[in-house]
């Protein structure tokens, strides 16, 4: 009988070895390979590029965003709009609310705007290089640098999801992130909202301000779909466009 339990005891322990050792080569397999998907093309801007050219700082800083950015597309964007902006000075404040307009009435995820501010970024801005094709190659990594790193931390952390959310420290650490968050979204509404309505920055653009408040007072008395306000701003504006140039 004793003989018989040590080997039991023996072969639990060689199963939680074997599992524990493919935990870890799983870990460092998707860690490997993601890091191989980023410096490939990365990599390659640079060699090509040079450490100092535009494509190769767009694909550095949205790698930066994504790594280390919480909250989703409003937070994320929320520190986009000010760096890209006020920093590196790729894109212009009432450009930046134009990109942000254009993502809200596409299909797909309101971050591929990113997408839009690494076109204009890079758009003119690398030599020897059309604008249009500086534009495209901006885009692309763009998109790239800022979806790989959101596939690690998914296939790194989707085992060990129902364990994390039962820790007590890590609950109450995302906690302290979504409060985080509601600031960041915050500030990126006012930043919205004051560059949609004062673009110059002196006087407010009152066909913004009456758009505005129609969609606001609609959605709040009626279940009006978002669509429908969207459809509505895209052909009121149409609209102002043509009497403008009529």
């Not at 409003?74 to 986009?80: D, E, G, I, T």
Request: some cysteine; aromatic content about 12%; glycine content about 10%.
């Amino acid at each position: 009988m004793a003989s018989g339990s040590g080997a039991s005891t023996d072969d639990a322990s060689s199963e939680r070895s074997a599992a524990v050792h493919n935990s870890q080569r799983r870990i460092w397999g998707i860690i490997g390979g993601t890091v191989a998907l980023w410096i490939v093309p990365v990599g390659g801007i640079a060699v090509w590029r040079g450490p100092d050219d535009i494509l190769t700082t767009i694909a550095l800083f949205f790698t930066r965003v994504s790594f280390f950015t919480f909250g989703g597309a409003y937070a994320v964007l929320s520190h986009v709009a000010e760096v890209a902006v006020n920093d590196y000075q790729w894109i212009d404040a009432p450009r930046m609310v134009q990109g942000l307009g254009l993502a809200e009435t596409t299909p797909g995820p309101l971050i591929m705007v990113t997408q839009f501010v690494g076109f204009v970024a890079a758009y003119g801005r690398a030599p020897g290089l059309t604008p249009l094709t500086a534009g495209v190659l901006g885009g692309l990594l763009t998109t790239w640098c800022t979806f790989l790193p959101c596939f690690l931390f998914v296939l790194l952390g989707a085992p060990f999801v129902e364990r994390l959310a039962e820790n007590p420290n890590i609950s109450a650490a995302f906690g302290g992130i979504t409060c985080a968050v509601v600031g960041a979204i915050a500030n990126l509404s006012i930043y919205t909202t004051w560059h949609t309505i004062w673009p110059t920055g002196n006087d407010p653009d009152w066909f913004a301000v009456t758009v505005a408040v129609i969609a606001f007072v609609s959605m709040r008395r009626s279940s009006m779909p978002v669509y429908v306000m969207t459809l509505f701003g895209a052909l009121a504006g149409a609209l102002l466009s043509v009497i403008r140039n009529v």
